[in-house]
């Protein structure tokens, strides 16, 4: 059974940094890739980043340069590191991981955390 918990969300001002947690247990979660993506209200839920097993890094255009995504093997953790944060980041964020090969569908992600809530205010 999979299981991912997220952690590390908050209220925040625009510029600032926070960094997310998500703590995996199961196979799944040291096989695959994972990845965190986020969604707004009234949105669709949408990529964020993604690190291999390897650790090989995907990112959105809007973060690039300003989100680092990370693994701790040994924990079976990974992190997002968010600096610069602005408005339109507010939004909750999900860790996912699974087998799929499209590195930025939701569809292909089996496993999902609950969710942690940023919120960036201007």
């Known amino acids: 059974q999979e299981l991912l918990v997220e952690s590390g969300g908050g209220l925040v001002q625009t510029g600032d940094s926070l960094r997310l947690s998500c703590a995996a247990s199961?196979?799944?979660?040291?096989?695959?890739?994972m990845a965190w993506f986020r969604q707004a209200p009234g949105k669709e839920r949408a990529f964020v980043a993604r690190?291999?097993?390897?650790?090989?890094?995907d990112y959105a255009d809007s973060v690039k340069g300003r989100f680092t995504i990370s693994r701790d093997g040994a924990k079976n953790m990974i992190y997002l590191q968010m600096n610069s944060l602005k408005a339109e980041d507010t939004a909750v964020y999900y860790c996912?991981?699974?087998?799929?090969?499209?590195?930025?569908?939701?569809?292909?992600?089996?496993?999902w955390g609950q969710g942690t809530q940023v919120t960036v205010s201007s």
């Open positions: 199961g196979r799944a979660a040291t096989t695959y890739s």
């Open positions: 996912a991981t699974g087998a799929g090969s499209r590195i930025t569908a939701a569809q292909d992600y089996d496993y």
């Open positions: 690190i291999t097993y390897r650790g090989f890094t």
